[in-house]
C-alpha cells in the first residue's frame, strides 16, 4: 500500500512582498521601518501599525519587478536524451535573466470606532496567480529567486490601541496547500518484427489511458502578530522615540503527487518467441515543497525630530535552518509485477540534495525619512504634505555549504529603497472628502559577486561547465512601483 508522508505546515507567504517587503511606504524603506507610521499594507509586514492610521484608507498600486543575474556558461547536460553524457550532447546553455513578476496591490483598511483597525493586504501577478516550479539541483539555479515571487499573497488583520502609547495588531497571512493524484494505464503491443526498410513503430504500437486525475488547492493561514510602543507618548523627555517588534510562523506549499499506474505489455508473433505477457504496477508518493517560509522576528526603533526628520532601523531574524528546497523528491514506492517478484524493488530519487546546510540569517535595515508638511499646491488640492525616504540594508544569504553533486547559486545581498510621496487635499467629490496620496518607490537588490568553484570531473558531468570554469554569481534584481490612496 502507498505510504505517502503528510506534509505540515502547509503555509507560505511567496510573492514580491517576500522580497521587498509591502507597500510603497516599506519598499522605500527598503523593506524596514516597522516602528515608523504605516498604512493600510501593514497587514503583511506589522499588522500593529494598522492601529495607528488616523482614518479608514484604500491603496491601489501597481508594481514592476525584472531579474537579471550574471550569465551562466554552458554546462553539460543529456540533451540529446540518450542516457548517457558526453561529447555528443549539444551544451545547456543557461539563462541569467528570470521571468518578471510584475503585479497589482490593493490595501483596505477599515477604522473601527476610536482604537480598532480592520486592514486587508492583497497581491496578484500580472501573468498568473500562481506557478509551481521544482529545480534541478545539479544544474546552477539561483534557487531563492527563481520562482518565490511568482505567487499571490493575501492577508487579513486586526489592530487596537488599548492605551494612546500602545498599539498591538494580530493577523493571517492566506495561501495554500495542494493534493494531486493521477491514475493511468499505459498498454504497449509488439506484434512481428521489423522487415527490412521498416521500423519498429510499424509492429508496436503504445496507448496511455488516463483513468482519473484530481487536483485539490486547500486554503491555510499562517499567522503573524506584531506590537509598536510609542515610547515618547508615555515618558515626554524620550519624545518621539518608538520601538516595535512582529513575529511570523513557518511553513511551505506541499504539493501532495500520488501517481498509480500500470504497465501492461504485450509480444505475438516476433520472431521464434512465444506470446508472452506482463503487467506492471507501480505507486508513488512524490513530494513537491515549494515556497519554504521559515519562522521571523523583527525588531525595529525609529526617532521622530520636530523637524520633520525621521531615522530608523530593523532587524530581521530569520530561521533558514530548516529550510526545504522546492525539490522533486520520491518519497515512497511500491512496484509489483506478473513475471517476477518486485516487491523489494523501490524507486530511487536521484535528486540527492542531503549533503546541503543551511543558516540562520540576521540581516539590517536602516534609513531616513524626512516630511515637509504644507508644500504649496494649486488652490483647488488644498495644502499638501510631501515625504521623502530613503533605506539601506543588508541580507545575508542562508546557504551555508553544499555537495560537489548540486549547484545552487547565491550570496549576501546589498538593497537600496528610496520613495517619496505626495498627500493633498479632495480633487473629485464622488469620492468624498478625505485626502489623497501618491506614492512613487523602487528598490534594488544586489548580489555580491563571487563564484561558485567545483572539482574538475574525469569526464563531461551533468551540471558542470563545458570550459571547467567556476560558475559566476553576480547581478540582482528591482522593483519599481506607483500607488495612489484615499483616506475615506
Avoid: C
Wanted: avoid cysteine.
Amino acid at each position: 500500500m502507498l505510504i505517502l508522508a503528510l506534509l505540515t505546515g502547509g503555509l507560505a507567504i511567496a510573492s514580491p512582498a517576500d522580497h521587498f517587503g509591502f507597500g510603497a511606504k516599506t519598499v522605500g524603506r527598503a523593506g524596514g521601518g516597522w516602528a515608523l507610521d504605516g498604512d493600510s499594507s501593514a497587514a503583511l509586514g506589522n499588522p500593529a501599525l494598522l492601529a495607528g492610521l488616523d482614518s479608514s484608507e484604500l491603496q491601489l498600486g501597481y508594481s514592476v519587478t525584472r531579474f537579471q543575474f550574471a550569465e551562466l556558461p554552458p554546462v553539460y547536460w543529456d540533451t540529446n536524451q540518450d542516457g548517457i553524457i558526453d561529447g555528443t550532447d549539444t551544451p545547456l546553455d543557461m539563462n541569467g535573466a528570470y521571468d518578471r513578476a510584475d503585479g497589482t496591490s490593493i490595501g483596505i483598511a477599515r477604522r473601527l470606532g476610536e482604537r480598532a483597525t480592520f486592514g486587508l493586504s492583497v497581491f496578484g501577478p500580472q501573468d498568473r496567480l500562481l506557478r509551481l516550479y521544482t529545480i534541478e539541483p545539479e544544474l546552477p539555479t539561483y534557487f531563492m529567486y527563481r520562482n518565490r515571487a511568482h505567487r499571490y499573497a493575501m492577508a487579513m488583520a486586526l489592530a487596537v490601541a488599548p492605551t494612546r502609547d500602545l498599539e498591538l495588531g494580530a493577523g493571517v497571512q492566506v495561501i495554500s496547500r495542494s493534493v494531486l493524484k493521477a491514475t493511468l494505464t499505459i498498454d504497449a503491443v509488439v506484434e512481428g518484427s521489423p522487415s527490412d526498410g521498416s521500423s519498429v513503430s510499424d509492429v508496436a504500437t503504445a496507448t496511455v489511458d488516463v483513468h482519473e486525475i484530481y487536483f485539490d488547492l486547500i486554503p491555510k493561514a499562517i499567522p503573524v502578530m506584531g506590537a509598536r510602543w510609542k515610547v515618547g507618548e508615555r515618558v515626554p523627555a524620550l519624545d518621539g522615540l518608538a520601538i516595535a517588534g512582529s513575529w511570523r510562523g513557518s511553513g511551505g506549499i506541499p504539493v501532495e503527487f500520488l501517481l498509480d499506474a500500470q504497465v501492461n505489455a504485450r509480444a505475438e508473433d516476433v520472431g521464434e518467441l512465444e506470446p508472452v505477457s506482463a503487467a506492471i504496477l507501480a505507486e508513488a508518493g512524490i513530494q513537491i515543497y515549494d515556497h519554504y517560509i521559515p519562522n521571523q522576528f523583527q525588531a525595529g526603533i525609529a526617532y521622530s525630530f520636530d523637524n520633520g526628520l525621521s531615522l530608523f532601523g530593523d532587524l530581521i531574524h530569520t530561521r533558514w535552518a530548516a529550510l526545504q528546497l522546492n525539490v522533486t523528491r520520491v518519497l515512497d514506492s511500491e512496484v509489483q509485477a506478473t513475471l517476477a517478484d518486485v516487491s523489494d524493488l523501490k524507486l530511487q530519487d536521484g535528486n540527492d540534495i542531503s549533503g546541503i546546510l543551511f543558516r540562520n540569517t540576521t540581516s539590517a535595515r536602516a534609513g531616513l525619512e524626512y516630511q515637509r508638511a504644507d508644500v504649496r499646491l494649486p488652490e483647488r488640492l488644498g495644502p499638501g504634505q510631501l515625504t521623502g525616504r530613503i533605506g539601506f540594508g543588508f541580507e545575508p544569504s542562508p546557504l551555508q555549504s553544499q555537495t560537489a553533486d548540486t549547484a545552487l547559486l547565491d550570496s549576501d545581498r546589498l538593497i537600496v529603497g528610496a520613495g517619496v510621496s505626495l498627500s493633498h487635499g479632495p480633487v473629485w467629490a464622488a469620492l468624498g472628502d478625505g485626502d489623497m496620496g501618491w506614492n512613487l518607490s523602487v528598490q534594488s537588490h544586489r548580489l555580491i559577486d563571487g563564484a561558485l568553484a567545483r572539482r574538475t570531473p574525469d569526464g563531461p558531468t551533468a551540471g558542470y561547465a563545458v570550459d571547467g570554469a567556476p560558475l559566476p554569481i553576480g547581478g540582482g534584481f528591482y522593483t519599481a512601483g506607483l500607488s495612489w490612496s484615499l483616506d475615506y
